[in-house]
Nanobody
Framework: VRLVESGGGLVQSGGSLRLSCAAS????????MGWYRQAPGKRRDVVAV???????NYADFVKGRFTVSRDDSKNTVYLQMDSLKPEDTAVYYC?????????WGQGTQVTVSS
């Protein structure tokens, strides 16, 4: 299974970005997918997760600003990030988990300037 992220970059405070993560390989959609992030010198934290049934969970620090969604026909998970803040600057990692294994993307840098 391979996860490939796209959509990171540099944005000003208050701006928006949309991350995408496409999964390929021998997979089915009976999984959870989502996003984690890691800032320099900090641990990797969960940002948002969506189950195969569409149930979502968000970290408190992104509630109301970020939206996670998925398109199972494309094996893709998205993260719409609005009202970005400098403290959102981090490497964002895509995650896909099944009962038998977890997979991670290579990460995409998001930088929010003040």
């Amino acid at each position: 299974v391979r996860l490939v992220e796209s959509g990171g970059g540099l944005v000003q405070s208050g701006g928006s970005l949309r991350l995408s993560c496409a999964a390929s390989g021998s997979i089915d959609s009976n999984n959870s997918m989502g996003w984690y992030r890691q800032a320099p010198g900090k641990r990797r934290d969960v940002v948002a997760v969506i189950t195969h049934r569409g149930q979502t969970n968000y970290a408190d620090f992104v509630k109301g600003r970020f939206t996670v969604s998925r398109d199972d026909s494309k094996n893709t998970v998205y993260l719409q990030m609005d009202s970005l803040k400098p403290e959102d600057t981090a490497v964002y990692y895509c995650y896909a988990g099944w009962s038998y294994a977890d997979y991670w993307g290579q990460g995409t840098q998001v930088t929010v300037s003040s």
